[in-house]
C-alpha cells in the first residue's frame, strides 16, 4: 500500500502548459525539497538504484529518478507531509 500520494501538479489552468509552468510554483519547489528528503522517498530511490523489482508492494519499473526526484508514472510523488499543502494550493 502506497503511503504517499503520487499526484500531478496542474497550473493554475488544466493546459498543456502545466509541466512547464508548475516549475515557477513556489508550491512546487517545497514538494521538490519534501521529496529529496523523505525517508521513504529516499528508500524507493535506493531500491531503484539497486535494481529491485518491487518496494513495499510498489513497482518499481514505474517509478524514476530525475535529478535526484522521486517521479511514479511520470509523476512527481508527493510526500506525506506535503499532501495537505498540495490541496490547500490547488483548490484555495
Same mark, same amino acid.
Given at each position: 500500500?502506497?503511503?504517499?500520494?503520487?499526484?500531478?501538479?496542474?497550473?493554475?489552468?488544466?493546459?498543456?502548459?502545466?509541466?512547464?509552468?508548475?516549475? @515557477?510554483?513556489?508550491? !512546487?519547489?517545497?514538494?521538490?525539497?519534501?521529496?529529496?528528503?523523505?525517508? #521513504?522517498?529516499?528508500? =524507493? /530511490? +535506493?531500491?531503484?538504484?539497486?535494481?529491485?523489482?518491487?518496494?513495499?508492494?510498489?513497482?518499481?519499473?514505474?517509478?524514476?529518478?530525475? @535529478?535526484?526526484?522521486? !517521479?511514479?508514472?511520470?509523476?512527481?510523488?508527493?510526500?506525506?507531509?506535503? #499532501?495537505?499543502?498540495? =490541496? /490547500? +494550493?490547488?483548490?484555495?
Amino acid at each position: 500500500m502506497l503511503r504517499d500520494k503520487i499526484l500531478f501538479l496542474p497550473g493554475r489552468c488544466n493546459h498543456d502548459g502545466d509541466q512547464i509552468s508548475i516549475i @515557477d510554483d513556489p508550491i !512546487y519547489h517545497k514538494v521538490v525539497g519534501a521529496n529529496k528528503e523523505d525517508e #521513504y522517498c529516499t528508500e =524507493i /530511490r +535506493e531500491a531503484i538504484a539497486k535494481n529491485k523489482d518491487k518496494f513495499r508492494g510498489i513497482t518499481l519499473s514505474k517509478c524514476s529518478v530525475q @535529478d535526484g526526484v522521486l !517521479y511514479y508514472q511520470d509523476r512527481l510523488w508527493v510526500s506525506d507531509n506535503m #499532501y495537505t499543502d498540495v =490541496i /490547500r +494550493e490547488v483548490y484555495d
